[in-house]
């Protein structure tokens, strides 16, 4: 069965750092990119980049730029969304979730469970 | 960055209708481009529709996907009582992606 597996929920405090883990099976990890997708409480979905784990090469949503950190190991099919300093603010579901290939135009055709983000003092 | 606004933000209907829901780009997309996802409460969000009218694996006939250029619409044909959700629409350009800001559909 084709599936991501995503890391439990985290409690955090602000200024902590924070990596969350998206595990793939089922598949090949490195055909495949991954994304990340942000749902904040009661709110819609916001991209917040993705990578191709067969180079690590990744791209960011203007709006995350600088404030999040996407990276892969393809030795254990998985992939990380790293903070290295959080806010209040970036507490939020968060998906991970594959993107189908070219012939299905990269929509997200497989999604993690969602993992559960929350930053209180 | 290319920004779409879904219409309505809430429709209210009865099982057995037809709903009808819209996905404005501000400019205009490849057709190849445009996915519409739904989303349960509580639950991770499905594709349903890819290239703005292919139904994804599994999905209904029911449900069906148009449009071209800056308008798309994802139709319902005959509601059933697990699609009262949230419907996003979702377009790919210049390496970025961009979610519609969703409607949910409501049993009336």
New interface residues.
């Given amino acids: 069965e084709v599936q991501l597996v995503q890391s439990g929920a985290e409690v955090k405090k602000p200024g902590e750092s924070l990596r969350i883990s998206c595990k793939a099976s089922g598949y090949s990890f490195t055909s495949y990119w991954i994304s990340w997708v942000r749902q904040m409480p009661g709110k819609g979905l916001e991209w917040m980049g993705r990578i191709d784990p067969s180079d690590s090469y990744t791209n960011y949503s203007p709006s995350f730029q600088g404030h999040v950190t996407i990276s892969a190991d393809k030795s254990i099919s998985t992939a990380y969304l790293l903070w290295s300093s959080l806010k209040a603010s970036d507490t939020a579901m968060y998906y991970c979730a594959r993107h189908a290939g070219y012939s299905y135009s990269y929509a997200l055709d497989i999604w993690g469970q969602g993992t559960m983000v929350t930053v209180s003092s | 960055?290319i920004v779409l606004t879904q219409s309505p933000g809430t429709l209210s209907l009865s099982p057995g209708e037809r709903a009808t829901l819209s996905c404005r780009a501000s400019q205009s997309l490849s057709s190849?481009?445009?996915?519409w996802?739904q989303?349960n409460l509580g639950q991770?969000?499905?594709?349903l529709i890819?290239?703005a009218s292919?139904r994804?694996?599994g999905i209904p006939d029911r449900f069906s996907g148009s449009g071209s250029g800056t308008d798309f619409t994802l139709t319902i044909s005959r509601l059933e009582p697990e699609d009262f959700a949230?419907y996003?629409c979702?377009q790919?350009g210049s390496?970025?992606?961009?979610?519609?800001?969703?409607t949910k559909v409501e049993i009336k």
């Fill in positions: 960055e190849s481009y445009l996915a996802y989303q991770a969000p499905r594709l890819y290239g292919s994804a694996t949230v996003y979702q790919y390496s970025l992606w961009t979610f519609g800001q969703g």
